[in-house]
């Protein structure tokens, strides 16, 4: 049978529709919705696209005859929502109204190295292991005479390993700011029931995406079409290489 290629629209009482991923769960092809909330991919008559993003609930359509002869779909997105714990609005008296409680408050402005002009104060400041780094690696070395010069950090931090176990440190961080964009675009029940990743394995799923060269770029960049074939494509590899295709459904 040959596919048809439909136009479609989602929609949403927000009107937060861009960026929502659209999967045929049949054919695998893959588009996002833009910023109005259209798309276009091709289809036949009984298969089944996938809609999710990180604010909606993951949902399923099936496309009908109908929906072939017309060339176009049109779907609506249920919120998801995150119950939030009771909080006390204190010491301020708060009522919850911002135009009252924004009169009654005294605003002050916030103090800041920049606003102080002080050395240095837009220099980014390390993290703990990137200082514990160049402490092991970076300091400059010490000028003995006759020609000789040595840095003692260095010397020291070499014999003990430190400077390796450091590093190392410091790329598990990178890589967790990176697996942190990849979830910011894809949220668990993508994963699990598009993707195809136990719940379980979904933290080393991403881990396994973070070993692609190509990872960083794609997780930080804007091109979320190009991320969303990246992670299919790793998802298979990831499958194959644990022998998790035997337990699909």
Partial sequence: MVSTRIRGKIENTDNDVEGVHIINRQSRYSTISDKEGFFEIPVREGDILVFS????????FTISREDI???????????????????????????????????????????????????????KKKTQTERRLYEAAGQPYLYIGFGFSFNIHRLLNDISGRTKTLRKRLGIENAEKLNQHFRNNFNSAFIISELKIPSERIDEFVYFCAADTSFASLAKGKNKIKLLEFAMKKSEEYRKYNNLNSTEE
Avoid: F, H
């Fill in 69 to 123: 002869e017309k060339k176009s779909v049109s779907i609506t997105l249920k919120a998801r929502i995150t119950q939030l714990n009771e909080v006390t609005l204190t010491p301020y008296n708060l009522t919850g109204d911002l135009t009252r409680d924004a009169t009654g408050i005294s605003i002050k402005d916030l103090i800041t190295a920049s606003s102080l002009d002080l050395p240095n104060a837009n220099v």
């Fill in 53 to 60: 993003a990180v604010q909606y609930e993951v949902q399923s």
